[in-house]
């Protein structure tokens, strides 16, 4: 990986140091906020750590009581899983469909590519309270508004089958960031391609599938994989818009952690959530980028076949 | 492409009926703000104040400290996006303009850390600033931008990398030292992306909730995205003076975004190439 180039005669001490140098910030930070912290957690989940009080090593205590007597940490995992289940299929599927939209050739479009962006820049404690108040089962608009063409909306924040549904209507909210990484993505595609294909008699869905489709396989890889993340990692909007609740319907994995570490100040137990959740979230990357060498196609790979 | 008058109202159409949900909430918001008490809880709503109350505006400022919580949203907003500046545009011109040993085993740890979820460390990191002293100060929240982040950094590389070798070589021919190719040749080049990370570091920390929960206890060191979380905590039912003060925080970040648009969309497709 490093070859070893030939002294040059200015290529001093100093000059090896510099680069050094450049980058120190990112070293301090690093050891200092990153694997620091990093190493600490992971000792911490071999502790029985109160935050008053003296430390007590348990070995693996914390994650049997995890894995065998805490029956939340299962139910979290389940909701947050079926919230990841719900919510990267509908973010990905709209923000594709969006990005679409938006790079269709009439006039004006651009606007509405700002209009669909904006609630991206929003905090998510707008987003809550905003969502909060249209859900709001006495005077929230929506129901009023589904009410006007014959339906009868549930008790949104109220009734435990719906909250999770509010969360991930108001997390589509921002979907904007996900849309534009499509479509500038989708805007590099030459036009020459879709020209060719037109003459070759192939159709806009026939275009879609296979010409859009496969040149955004890696934006699509990347997409998968953040939205995963994020969606596991989901914490905001679930302390702001429902608490966890109601009847824990909604406590996420995010927010097991959270009131483990400073509602409860199990710290050690907490560490050890926290990390089998850093292990899942590797394990999953993993399997996602393993499997994407079978349907991720790279603009390199297909230039090396040309000239072949 | 061409395009037949029937696909182009079809567009439309979907367009807008799509605007409808970014939009209506905005609006709701809005209306809120602007109604009597009486209007705001009347079923079904009402869509238009009487008269709109702009007052509400200003009753709802002072109802909280909110003043000294923007002043505080302003001077960790702005401190951390000098820090992200000048910390990752450092590091970026490091890795993307010198071999050295190590290089890319470096490199590929700090790309590692982004996948590192936020609570693995935050228990720890309470700990060390509580050591350091730093709970209740807004120092947590600032002074880690001044060590990079390593998004940001990888935003900028790539863009470095693509600048060609002889421009430094020039310039250390003419006995410039490399502190000072960094800041006279490539700082102006890089006029755009650090643009690009300075709007994502103003709307990620402007925005951000959980930082500000976890290290501050009193009122007076409170954010806009924590003081408005909190006043609505206690006070769940003024939703007038709630929807009045959600719409001021929203206002700074749609500013920056107007402004910024275009860095933005050009700087997400970078982001993955």
Redesign the interface.
Known sequence: MFKKKEKQPSFTLVRKRVPYLFILPWIIGFLVFTLGPLVSSLIMSLFDWPITGEAKFIGLNNFTKMFTADPQFYDSLVITFKFAAIFVPLNLISALVLALLITQPVKGVKIFRTLFYLPAVVSGVAVSIIWGWIFNSEFGVLNYLLSLIGIEGPNWLIDPKWAIVTIVIASAWGVGTMMLIFYTDIKGIPPELYEAASIDGAGPLRQFFSITIPTITPTILFNVITSVIAALQQLTLVLLLTGGGPLKSTYFYGLFVYNNAFKHHHLGYASANAWFMFIIILILTMIIFRSSSTWVFYEAEMKKGGKK | ?R?TKSH?II??S??VI??L???F??A??LI?ALKTEGE??????KFSPDVPQFGNFIEAWKSQPFGTYFKNSVIVTVMTTIGQI??CS??A???AR???????I?FI??LS?M???????????Y??FNLFGWINTLKPLIV?A???SAYN?FLLRQFLMNIPKDLESAA?MDGAN?FQI?YKIFLPIMKGPLTLIAVLNI?LV?????GP??YLNDQSKYTM?LG??AF?GVHELQ?IP??AM?LV??IP??I??AFA?KY???G??G??K
């Open positions: 492409m395009i182009k567009v439309y979907i367009l799509l605007s949900y970014f939009l909430p905005f709701w918001a809120t705001a809880f009347s079923f079904p709503p000048i910390s450092l590091v011109y490091g890795f010198y071999d050295f040993k190590y290089k890319n470096l740890l700090l850390t996948m590192i979820p936020w609570d693995v460390t935050m228990i720890p990191l700990m060390e880690p001044f060590f990079g950094i250390r490399e960094f709307l402007w925005n951000d909730y959980l929960l976890i995205a408005l979380a609505r939703i709630i929807m959600t925080m929203i970040p749609v920056v975004f648009q933005i969309v050009e997400v497709s982001s993955i």
